[in-house]
């Protein structure tokens, strides 16, 4: 087995940290600073793009035909699109996902003025006013505002505060880590995934692991607005592995416990040979894992591709039970994450071709297309029916 020995407390303990850090797209430098500082601490130069996506380069034998792997700091939020005559704020999401998850949820104005607290409310949030119209009201985000837990009363109170269209509000993640194993919290996605390759980042600098390409620790900071890995690619990168969430839920295969591997997303499939890489490295290190296609899903490969990074890209998930919303996890995929990434760094390289960013045809990978054999005799036939 080629897999390392993951420091699991360590693991959660960084997990936790970063959830205590509010990092809505487009207001990440805080997070970045933090994650940055650990790279450090672990014995790696980081370079920051001019935004603040990070990258990390581990040495290897070479320098050509690295290997990158991907997660983002940035999560979910919401922005202030207006000031509302009853002194409360109207909202936009930042990221997609649904103001039935916002409502009731606490939050932090990041004001110029500094923050405020407050809770999205549906705008008829009282059953003793509002009787059964509670029950009624429809979904979406023109249907709830920002209650500020500050003297507002009308729009000319919130302009005293401060308070400006266009501000960022983070909301509480509440994680809550249960003794079984589960981690219940918003912003899994992907926190989880930083702390899983802060993880796998320690077991290789405490082994002192030797790896045959360089391995580049990239975060990028505006994936949850299709953005992502868009920029932070090297030349010498040749496959990058994301690693990201699965969502685990009637009609997909994704499961809380091991690794899921995508085999495809919104965009397309993942490279073959570097999928069924990754499946190797499980099976070969009695990793647990399972398959599944997201239809309604894209991560930080696909917005590297869509740059036009010729590269190689996988995606590697812990699965995650209603994603978007209130997310829940199980310690057993972030670990065998941690393990795979690992396993992957120190892997040979197979395809010598990809040294190079262009060669001609020979040593071309080939994948199989050869008819397979089967057993259709009677006797086979009969035991498959159990007759």
Known sequence: MSRLAIDHEYMLHMLEKLLKIPSPTGY???????????????????????????????????????????????????????????????????GHWSARFAEGARATVFAETGTYRGTILPLKASGHTFNDEVDTAPVGWQHVELRIDALSRNKADIQRLGIEIGDTIAIDPQPEFLDNGFIVSRHLDDKAGVAVMLAALKALQDEG???????????????????????VLSHNVAS?????????????????????????????????????????????????YQKDVFRYYRSDSAS?????????????????DASHGYERIHTHALRSLAELITAYAVSPVEIKRDFKETSDVKGFTRQPAGEAEQDLSPVVADEELGE
Request: with cysteine; aromatic share 4%; charged share 25%.
């Open 209 to 231: 692991a030797e790896t045959p390409v360089d391995l580049h620790f990239l975060f990028t900071i505006a994936e949850e607005v299709g953005v992502g890995a868009s920029s």
């Open 28 to 94: 990440t430098d805080t997070v970045v600073r933090f994650v940055t500082q650990e790279i450090e601490r672990q014995g790696l130069k980081v370079e920051l793009t001019r935004r603040g996506a990070i990258r990390a380069i581990r040495s290897g034998k070479r320098e050509e035909g690295a290997r990158a792997i991907v997660s983002h700091l940035d999560t979910l939020g919401a922005q202030v699109k207006q000031l509302k005559d009853n002194g409360r704020l109207e909202l936009v999401p930042i």
């Open 240 to 288: 990058m592995v994301s690693v990201d969430n699965g969502t685990t839920a009637p009609g997909q295969n994704s499961d809380e416990f091991g690794v899921t591997i995508a085999m495809a997303d919104q965009t397309g499939p993942f490279d073959f040979h570097l999928a069924r890489k990754l499946v190797k490295l499980c099976k070969d290190n009695e990793i647990r």
């Open 304 to 320: 590297a591709i869509e740059a036009g990074a010729d590269v190689r890209t996988a995606l590697i998930t812990f699965g995650v």
